[in-house]
């Protein structure tokens, strides 16, 4: 049974293109967030949902949006992609207190042609 | 911002061999701390995490790590590899002053050779 479970695994499509990423948890966990990783594994936040409340918005192109139709989901849109969005887009929950780690997804990796 | 960094891009030890995988912080206050680990392929697995108390933090897979406040230092260890433990290594702290971002360093990619 899978904690954080994000769909499609891959996605290749063209520039131009909008697509979206789906992510749950299980876990009741009251914050969820997207982050990016590129080609040299570096790890940036993208956002979070805290309670269907954004609380972070990292200076992200505004082509990439996040919806949370409740807490246990948060999906990303993307308009117009670009090549530069190809990288691996992880989901995460945790509880949103200080001390708690993150659980993540397995990842979604992006190849814009 | 909280931040931390690793120095090593990239660690290889032999199978048996103690390991060690640095990282340092820069945080104003009390830093809460944390490794995970990254497979091929996989999401990040959360492995340790440092909040009070107890210097040496022991967490899964025999991996541990020590707090040192004077050194402002996290180090991850492991007393004898596996060549099951070659993976990414990510250290990372809960920024307290920007939304409990959690930020990570740049990763270390450890292999142990049999």
């Known amino acids: 049974d899978t904690a954080v479970s994000q769909t499609p695994k891959y996605l290749v499509t063209q520039m131009g293109n909008d697509k979206s990423i789906k992510c749950e948890q299980n876990l009741g966990h009251d914050t969820m967030y997207w982050y990016k990783q590129d080609s040299k594994k570096f790890l940036k936040i993208m956002f979070s949902?805290?309670?269907?409340?954004?609380?972070i918005n990292e200076t992200v192109p505004n082509r990439f949006s996040p919806k949370s139709p409740d807490k246990a989901h948060l999906n990303l849109h993307i308009n117009s992609l670009e090549l530069g969005d190809s990288a691996v887009y992880f989901c995460?929950?945790?509880?949103?207190?200080?001390?708690?780690?993150?659980?993540f997804g397995e990842g979604s990796r992006l190849t814009v042609l | 911002a909280q931040s931390v960094a690793q120095p090593e891009d990239q660690v290889n030890v032999a199978e048996g061999n103690p390991l060690t995988v640095k990282c340092t912080y820069s945080?104003?206050?009390?830093?809460?701390l944390f490794w995970y680990v990254q497979y091929p392929n996989r999401g990040l697995q959360f492995l340790l995490k440092y909040i009070t108390g107890d210097n040496l933090v022991k967490g899964s897979y025999g991996f541990e790590a020590e707090f040192n406040k004077s050194q402002t230092s996290f180090h991850l260890k492991k007393p004898s590899a596996l060549v099951s433990d070659s993976a990414l290594y990510f250290c990372a702290v809960r920024d307290v002053y920007n939304n409990n971002d959690m930020r990570f360093g740049a990763g270390t990619r450890l292999t142990v050779k049999p």
């Open positions: 949902y805290n309670n269907k409340e954004l609380i």
């Open positions: 945080v104003s206050g009390n830093p809460y």
């Open positions: 995460a929950s945790s509880q949103r207190h200080r001390t708690g780690e993150l659980f």
